[in-house]
Antibody, heavy 118, light 113 residues
Framework: EVQLVESGGGLVKPGGSLRLSCAGS????????MNWVRQAPGKGLEWIAQ??????????DYATPMKGRFTISREDSKNTAYLQMNTLETEDTAVYYC?????????WGQGTLVTVSS | DIVMTQSPDSLAVSLGERATISCKSS????????????LGWLQQKPGQPPKFLIR???SRESGVPDRFSGSGSGTDFTLTISSLQAEDVAIYYC?????????FGQGTKLEIK
């Protein structure tokens, strides 16, 4: 069974940083393309970033508003993907999901809540 | 960025009746190299993460009931639930994976009438 478990969310002050983790199991993590998607309270889904598998180059892509502030990475030896978030703003308050896939977002974790507030 | 626009924003349908949700993309999602539409549909029930229902505009994922179907071409796509069940109450999103940044429609909230 595919499982994705996000962690690292919490309360952070504006201007602060946070690193989210996504641990995967039940599938070949090293061959999976990993994504982060967020959902602000009561709002829709917003794709943040993707990292391809190393066999596919390991390259990264970002939504325009996140470029320069957010960094996606992966550690295949730990079956884990990360999202480093810097210079956080109140508008970044959301549930952050990781999801597998490059041709459709196949599997999703339960999400981790990030609250940016003073 | 490709803009995805869904209609309606909300929909109330009686149990056993048909529900139809539309999704329009700002450019074609057809990849000519494989003749596939890079369009998916997701379902999000209250308090849960999204679930991937349909890929390539019309291909149901394993385990998805056959009352769910997808269709469309070019820039216009449709999700149809042929006979609404109580467990289908959810928000439905279309999403393009033709190119990054991947983008979603704004969502359609489906309720029971």
């Amino acid at each position: 069974e595919v499982q994705l478990v996000e962690s690292g969310g919490g309360l952070v002050k504006p201007g602060g940083s946070l690193r989210l983790s996504c641990a995967g199991s039940g599938f070949s993590f090293s061959n999976a393309w990993m994504n982060w998607v967020r959902q602000a309270p009561g709002k829709g889904l917003e794709w943040i970033a993707q990292i391809k598998s190393k066999p596919n180059g390991g390259t990264t892509d970002y939504a325009t508003p996140m470029k320069g502030r957010f960094t996606i990475s992966r550690e295949d030896s730990k079956n884990t993907a990360y999202l480093q978030m810097n210079t956080l703003e109140t508008e970044d308050t959301a549930v952050y999901y990781c999801a597998t896939g490059g041709l459709g977002l196949d599997y999703w974790g339960q999400g981790t809540l990030v609250t940016v507030s003073s | 960025d490709i803009v995805m626009t869904q209609s309606p924003d909300s929909l109330a349908v009686s149990l056993g009746e048909r529900a139809t949700i539309s999704c329009k993309s700002s450019q074609s999602l057809l990849y000519t190299s494989d003749n596939k539409y890079y369009l998916g549909w997701l379902q999000q029930k209250p308090g849960q993460p999204p679930k991937f229902l349909i890929r390539w505009a019309s291909s149901r994922e394993s385990g998805v009931p056959d009352r769910f179907s997808g269709s469309g071409s070019g820039t216009d796509f449709t999700l149809t639930i042929s006979s609404l069940q109580a467990e289908d109450v959810a928000i439905y999103y279309c999403q393009q994976f033709y190119t990054t940044p991947y983008t979603f429609g704004q969502g359609t909230k489906l309720e029971i009438k």
